[in-house]
């Protein structure tokens, strides 16, 4: 699809959005928009056998993660989002390097409910955030594995008030290896199937 060639190479070399100038994301916005009117899947939310898995973050407009990326000392590596459509949870993982052995991770557990057919709600649950040596991170599942077994791990592991932490999602473009989303603070998110 030449829209979806379009968009990604937009996106390449932006660095996820923190490289991007004001017309580049002008640019990426308006193939975004024109992608989103082809979307091949109209009811995004019931589309389980697509929805579900890991997700690698390529580009994005929100603030709080690209900040991340612009800590000193910090460099921000992969960016996952993790869908259980099966447990109806989602597990947000940043991947961030620094000096060498100090490697981290920023992790947020959420679950979702469908509102309508691309809309879902999403209250978040818990917030971890360590140093991946102490926590054996070693990949997405693994750790997702260990988080809904029940693990409590040697980091800043902290248990949120999901009335208060809480947001939507709507899922404006999803086909086998792309997904588009628009958050309630305004901010999209393009992620390729991990």
Excluded at 95 to 118: D, I, K, Q
Excluded at 142 to 168: V, Y
Aim: aromatic share 8%; glycine share 6%.
């Amino acid at each position: 699809m030449i829209m979806k060639v379009a968009l990604l190479e937009a996106i390449a070399g932006t660095n996820r959005g923190l490289l991007a100038s004001s017309a580049q994301k002008q640019a990426i916005l308006a193939a975004i928009a024109n992608l989103e009117d082809f979307n091949p899947t109209p009811r995004p939310v019931e589309a389980a056998n697509l929805l579900d898995g890991n997700w690698r973050l390529i580009y994005t407009t929100s603030n709080s993660l690209l900040n991340l990326g612009r800590l000193q000392f910090l460099k921000l590596e992969q960016i996952y989002q993790c869908i259980r459509v099966k447990n109806a949870s989602v597990y947000n993982i940043a991947e961030v390097s620094g000096l060498p052995y100090l490697e981290g991770l920023v992790s947020v557990a959420a679950n979702f409910e469908p509102v309508s057919e691309r809309r879902v709600q999403v209250k978040f649950k818990r917030s971890i955030i360590g140093l991946q040596r102490l926590i054996n991170y070693s990949s997405p599942t693994d750790f997702i594995q260990q988080i809904e077994a029940g693990k409590k791990f040697t980091a800043i592991d902290t248990a949120l008030n999901s009335d208060r932490q809480q947001g939507w999602l709507d899922i404006t473009y999803i086909d086998n290896d792309l997904r588009i989303g628009r958050g309630n603070e305004g901010s999209v998110f393009v992620l390729s199937r991990a």
